[in-house]
């Protein structure tokens, strides 16, 4: 075999194994999505958000359904997750919460096919159940969530005229 040869069948395989570990390399590569912190006042609102939205699902299932997408979707880009498609969003998001990711799939959906007529409104009440677990991993205080800030004033140190005197514990000496 000429060294030519063997140069171009290396180069060859070389290059198959590249296409074959090349995809691997790219999944590898959304569960390294940073996700970016939420302050305290922003879960709240979220919180408060989603408790508003059960509230009215009695009166309005419809619109709770969708809302919760578009909550939940919203918290997820907060959160630092893909914002260009639901599905690059969902796919990002089934890396860090594999066993929560089907809820939320299944809220999207359902919510889409609200629009077109004849929905079971119990099964709009499992698909808002079954996102739950998602919206609760997503709004919940991580490690790296801002903590609130420390005090920058200094206490204020007081002067003879601010303090409280002393508790004498005794019988007063007489002087």
Do not use: N
């Amino acid at each position: 075999m000429s060294t030519v040869t063997l140069i171009i069948l290396l180069a060859a395989l070389a290059a198959m194994a590249g296409l074959v570990i090349a995809p691997s390399v790219r999944q590898g590569r959304r569960g390294d999505l940073p996700v970016r912190s939420l302050p305290p006042e922003a879960r709240e609102q979220y919180a408060a958000r989603w408790a508003g939205l059960q509230e009215r699902f009695v009166d309005s299932p419809e619109w709770a359904l969708r809302e919760a997408d578009r909550l939940l979707g919203a918290l997820a880009v907060d959160r630092g997750y893909p914002a260009e498609s639901d599905e690059k969003r969902m796919d990002a998001l089934s890396v860090r919460h594999p066993d929560e990711i089907d809820g939320y799939r299944r809220l999207h959906a359902m919510a889409a096919r609200v629009d077109q007529g004849g929905t079971d409104t119990e099964r709009m009440r499992e698909a808002l159940v079954a996102a739950r677990p998602l919206f609760e991993q997503l709004v919940r205080a991580q490690p790296h969530d801002q903590r609130p800030l420390p005090r920058l004033v200094p206490p204020r140190r007081e002067g003879r005229q601010g303090r409280i005197p002393r508790q004498r514990l005794g019988p007063a000496a007489d002087h």
